[in-house]
């Protein structure tokens, strides 16, 4: 065989064989790479979660701010004492979260980039490579069907309850902060209490009533005011009777419902 062909012939198997490497390698990193995450359905926190609060949010000081959070969360050494520093905290896994519209769509578009970022959540900001679907609820598309006129949804398969009616729910205590709009004329920043429901609820229309709208998976209530000392501590397992639940439709509401006198249990 000439040796040209002999060339020749060398050269088509190491171009073979790289190619089937890098077919190797491609293949073994797509297998490293963890699975991607839906932001629309239902979705709960991974170990060490990092969570800051509004007020971190609104501190515009050198240093510190949700940046300055996201910068310590992700050192290697001492970083638990300086996420502590600035106002927040890690969580541990397995704690649910519901994220605005508008987060759902960002780290949406994040991920689709490879990237990462503090995204609005439960009242505060949650680092979003910090979050995973909820075992218990696979992942699924975004529901884009329109609720039934003047009702809840009736297909969804929650328990559907009404705005004027005594009703117990079951779920999280979880505290937050929020913009009142008009404390003697100006926004000022408020902590509030609220239950983060084990499992959403439809809340049907109130006949003849413009402010009580059909509100279709509900998953989080605004706590009424409550004696000092009498709220738990954040994070406790928590039963709630509430005496009935209101639009929360100005600004002096942090959530869209109201849960209105409310009796609180304390879960063991």
């Keep these: 065989m000439p040796v040209v062909s002999i060339v020749v012939a ?10 089937w490497h890098s077919g190797d390698q491609q293949e073994q990193q797509a297998s490293n790479k963890p699975p991607a995450v839906n932001f629309y359905a239902a979705l709960s926190t991974k170990r060490g979660t990092l969570y800051c609060p509004l007020s971190v949010a609104l501190d515009e000081r050198e240093g510190h701010g949700l940046k300055a959070a996201m910068d310590a969360h992700l050192e290697i050494i001492d970083h638990e004492q300086d996420v502590e520093k600035l106002g927040c905290e890690e969580l541990r896994a397995g704690l649910p979260v519901l994220l605005s519209s508008d987060a759902e ?25 910090d979050l995973a679907n909820s075992p218990q609820m696979p992942a699924s598309a975004p529901d884009t069907s329109q609720a039934p006129a003047g009702d809840a949804r009736a297909t969804s398969g929650n328990r559907v309850v009404s705005w004027d009616g005594a009703s117990k729910f079951v779920g999280t205590m979880r505290r937050g902060w929020f913009q009142d709009c008009c404390t003697n004329g100006k926004e000022v920043a408020t902590r509030y209490a609220y239950l983060r429901l084990d499992r959403p609820v439809d809340i049907r229309a109130t006949p003849g009533d413009e402010l009580e709208q059909a509100e279709p998976d509900v998953g989080r209530f605004e706590l009424g005011a409550l ?12 039963a709630v009777a509430c005496h009935a639940l209101w639009a929360g439709v100005t600004g ?7 849960c209105d006198r409310p009796v609180v249990a304390v879960l063991q």
Excluded at 122 to 128: E, K, M, R
Excluded at 228 to 238: K, M
Excluded at 252 to 258: G, I, K, N, Q
Aim: aromatic share 12%.
């Design 10 to 19: 060398g050269l088509v198997l190491w171009v073979l064989a790289a190619t």
């Design 105 to 129: 769509h960002q780290a949406t578009a994040w991920q689709s980039n490879g990237r990462c970022g503090m995204v609005e959540g439960d009242g505060g900001f949650i680092f979003s490579c």
């Design 227 to 238: 004696k000092a000392g009498t709220l738990p501590p954040d994070g406790t397992r928590i």
């Design 252 to 258: 002096h509401y942090a959530l869209p419902v109201y």
